[in-house]
């Protein structure tokens, strides 16, 4: 069985002006199916180069790059755009959703562009299976600005599901969050990865990374740490412990 990520040693140099920047340096990184990985390190560490590169956004300047068994390392434009659109499920900081259109039509966007055309009834009956697996099928009709933080989010995960990619690539997914709709959303991810679906995770919060269950670290464009989580968090169990402290205050007072 192919894994859904192989880089060997792959190295990203840009160019600017003089100077040669090197952004990553001879890297070889594994993840498996079903694997949940948290890509961490400080700025300037490579992983945001990284999450470039393993998103297809990005080409390696050497080195192989094989996602679900394609080497995507060579592709032109076109191809990469393909492959993202079939393999990698996108959610990002800023949720990116379309502000005039409903949960239920942004989830069903990234449908419009895939190979093989899908019917809008389809379309529908994805979208609202993708909304249900997220807990807001009851939102499906809301926009944006009728949403929380925590629910937009959700409705980004449900998009970036829609298409059944290879894997989710999840960029900082709670930085625009408070401290208990992180843990929600951490739970959002504990349950799909329970569920079999592959999770990479670029954060550069400590407490997020142990939620998942393998920290790869990143330093000076190298990778110095691949560990699992030994003391995982279980966002249901945190969950509990926030609420318990939460009802604490409130007797006190």
């Known amino acids: 069985m192919n894994p859904i990520i192989q880089l060997e040693h792959v190295h990203k140099i840009y160019h600017t002006g003089e100077v040669d920047v090197h952004a990553v340096r001879d890297v070889s990184l594994r993840i498996e199916k079903g694997e949940f990985v948290a890509l961490m390190g400080a700025s300037g560490s490579g992983k945001s180069t990284m999450m470039n590169t393993l998103g297809c956004l990005d080409r390696p300047t050497s080195g192989k790059y094989w996602l679900d068994g394609v080497d995507v390392s060579g592709l032109d434009r076109d191809e990469l755009a393909t492959i993202r659109n079939e393999k990698i499920g996108f959610v990002f900081q800023g949720f990116n959703l379309l502000s005039r259109t409903s949960a239920l039509e942004n989830v069903e966007l990234p449908m419009m562009y895939v190979r093989r055309p899908v019917k809008a009834r389809e379309h529908h009956e994805r979208a609202l299976q993708a909304l249900a697996t997220v807990g807001l099928a009851e939102r499906a009709g809301h926009h944006p600005n009728q949403l929380s933080g925590g629910q937009q989010q959700r409705v980004a995960i449900a998009r970036a599901l829609v ?91």
């Not at 930085?175 to 679906?197: A, C, R």
């Not at 400590?206 to 269950?213: H, N």
């Not at 990778?223 to 966002?235: F, G």
């Open 163 to 253: 298409n059944q990619p290879a894997m989710l690539l999840a960029d900082e997914p709670t930085g625009n969050l408070d401290t208990q709709t992180s843990i929600e959303i951490m739970g959002v991810f504990q349950k799909l990865n329970d569920q079999g679906i592959t999770i990479v995770m670029v954060t550069h919060e400590l407490d997020i990374a142990s939620y998942t269950k393998r920290n790869v670290i990143m330093r000076d464009g190298r990778i110095v740490s691949d560990l699992p989580v030994t003391d995982r968090l279980l966002a249901t169990e945190e969950l509990r412990k926030l609420r318990e402290a939460q009802e604490a205050v409130q007797l006190v007072s």
